[in-house]
């Protein structure tokens, strides 16, 4: 079945410093591939997307790209702020008729100190 | 501006108690879920609903059972709540769409002892 593997957390860094949190996925067919974030206390909101191999999702200074060859949909940002601290998760839809349902990786904590 | 509201926001129940989890969602959306998150484990999905009197089993159902009698409403019941069942619950929903969103609620935490 469908799957996703995020990288083991927690991850902590220092204001300004550049972020990647790894994202692998296992699917039939045609993912949709998505990042959702999770501040304390709140539910997941909607950080980026890419629909299709090559695509590059963007937000807040965040990106990922589609990478069909490596099955990966890393997340990017070049300088955290602490306000960034949150919950990171990636997800795939499988398309089709999957109904929009998400299959989520286990997240990835993230706590950036000034 | 409400989006998807969920009720109640914290619960603690007993072994054997049962209880409803209630979501509603103001966006006219066809498509309702409901996800446990758990430590370490992500967000699995227990039943979703494709439209109004529609509804499917997801990855995790077993002890749980759902309704979605009204579009805006899709109600999470637990017969028998068990310790296994203690967890945050999210509710989300989307329109009818392959690429949209999902916009969820702010979750209940729910404790069985």
């Known amino acids: 079945g469908d799957s996703v593997t995020q990288m083991e957390g927690p991850v902590t860094l220092s204001e300004e410093a550049f972020l990647t949190i790894n994202c692998t996925y296992t699917a039939t067919g045609y993912p949709s591939l998505f990042w959702y974030v999770q501040y304390p206390g709140e539910g997941l909101q909607l950080l980026l997307k890419?629909?299709?191999?090559?695509d590059k999702g963007s937000n807040k200074g965040f990106e990922a790209t589609y990478r069909k060859e490596t099955t990966s949909f890393h997340l990017e940002k070049g300088s955290v702020q602490v306000s960034d601290s949150a919950v990171y998760f990636c997800?795939?839809?499988?398309?089709?008729?999957?109904?929009?349902?998400?299959?989520f990786g286990q997240g990835t904590i993230l706590t950036v100190h000034p | 501006n409400a989006g998807v509201t969920q009720t109640p926001k914290f619960r603690v129940l007993k072994t054997g108690q049962s209880m409803t989890l209630l979501c509603a969602q103001d966006m006219n959306h066809e498509y309702m879920y409901w996800y446990r998150q758990d430590p370490g484990m992500g967000l699995r999905l227990i039943h979703y609903s494709v439209g109004e009197g529609t509804t499917a089993k997801g990855e995790v159902p077993d002890g749980y059972n759902v309704s979605r009698l009204k579009k805006q409403n899709f109600l999470l019941g637990l017969e028998s709540a068990a310790p296994s069942q203690t967890s945050v619950y999210f509710c989300?929903?989307?329109?009818?769409?392959?690429?949209?969103?999902?916009?969820f609620g702010n979750g209940t935490r729910l404790t069985v002892t």
């Open positions: 989300a929903s989307s329109r009818e769409a392959d690429n949209s969103p999902l916009h």
């Open positions: 890419a629909t299709k191999a090559d």
């Open positions: 997800a795939l839809n499988a398309g089709g008729t999957s109904y929009g349902k998400l299959t």
